[in-house]
Nanobody, 126 residues
Framework: QVQLVESGGGLVQAGGSLRLSCAAS????????MGWFRQTPGKEREFVAA????????YHADSVKGRFTISRDNAKNTVYLQMNSLKPEDTAVYYC???????????????????WGQGTQVTVSS
């Protein structure tokens, strides 16, 4: 079992930056592949980025590629999402999630992540 807590959300103007953090407790984060997802009211949860347990492979949705970067610091048991050049359409609740590395499915498949944080709100004003 692992508990995840996101932080770093807030209100920012378009073009600005935020860095989200996801801190884990209960189990070492290096055991898991990690993902960031986001959701707006009335829409399904959307894949944003993922990073393999070793940190060697990262994946980003086309909508955020070149603007967002996922990273991890296993020594600090924390995963980050650096968000630059933010747009109003990035407004959402952002969730971090953990899955076992042996999961045989796409990193984009939210159903394969058994552990989720409570989410942090990101609002980008135009």
């Amino acid at each position: 079992q692992v508990q995840l807590v996101e932080s770093g959300g807030g209100l920012v103007q378009a073009g600005g930056s935020l860095r989200l953090s996801c801190a884990a407790s209960g189990r070492t984060l290096s055991t898991f592949d990690m993902g960031w997802f986001r959701q707006t009211p009335g829409k399904e949860r959307e894949f944003v980025a993922a990073i393999a347990w070793s940190g060697g492979n990262t994946y980003h949705a086309d909508s955020v590629k070149g603007r967002f970067t996922i990273s991890r610091d296993n020594a600090k048991n924390t995963v980050y999402l650096q968000m630059n050049s933010l747009k109003p359409e990035d407004t959402a609740v952002y969730y971090c999630a953990a899955r076992w590395p042996t999961t045989a499915s796409s990193y984009r498949d939210s159903d394969k992540y058994p552990y989720w944080g409570q989410g942090t709100q990101v609002t980008v004003s135009s």
